[in-house]
């Protein structure tokens, strides 16, 4: 069932030669533009909206790919793949909006979303959107993302910079 719901995902937002650019022969995201086709598919999501747990999510704004986000996300995704443990908070104790500032992302709101078990990004993303929880973080007021992967260890960062909200 979860393949037949990646598959008419894949089919609904991509076609077939976006779909063979994204995912490799081995299943996992393309090195070449893996960011601005997860940046992409993660904007489509946003603007159509979902249902997130029942909870009917209207069109919001497209993220854009903040560097600093993505730095935050891949540190953590080493982490947590390290200690073979999802959490949002550093082996250190750290939690989400300390591991951004480290990075001199000064921050006015931000979320996390964190999973393990998935070989591609599809994947990841659509078990994101079937939590309620993730899904909100999806489809949150948020202006930037950064997505990282450590072998099976996914980490999207969101984010707005308080400077971005008067």
């Known amino acids: 069932m979860k393949k037949v719901l990646i598959s008419i995902f894949i089919l609904y937002t991509l076609n077939a ?6 995912v490799s022969n081995k299943g996992s995201i393309s090195p070449l533009n893996s960011q601005s086709e997860m940046l992409k598919l993660v904007n489509e999501v946003r603007k159509r909206g979902c249902n997130c747990g029942g909870v009917k ?8 790919w903040d560097e600093k986000l ?3 996300a891949s540190m953590h995704a080493r982490d947590i793949y390290q200690r073979n443990e999802l959490s949002h908070a550093s082996r250190s104790g750290l939690p989400t909006y300390k591991r951004y ?10 979320a996390e979303n964190v999973a393990g078990g998935y070989d591609t990004f599809l994947e990841v993303l659509q078990a994101w959107l079937e939590s309620p929880g993730h899904c ?8 930037d993302l ?3 992967r450590y072998q099976d260890f996914w980490v999207m960062d969101f984010g707005t910079k308080k400077s971005a909200l008067k």
């Open 136 to 143: 909100k973080n999806l489809m949150g007021n948020y202006q």
């Open 101 to 110: 500032e480290l990075q001199n992302y000064i921050w006015k709101s931000y």
């Open 70 to 72: 993505e730095k935050a």
């Open 17 to 22: 030669t976006q779909a063979q650019k994204l």
């Open 146 to 148: 950064g997505i990282a």
């Open 57 to 64: 999510m209207p069109p919001v704004a497209a993220l854009t």
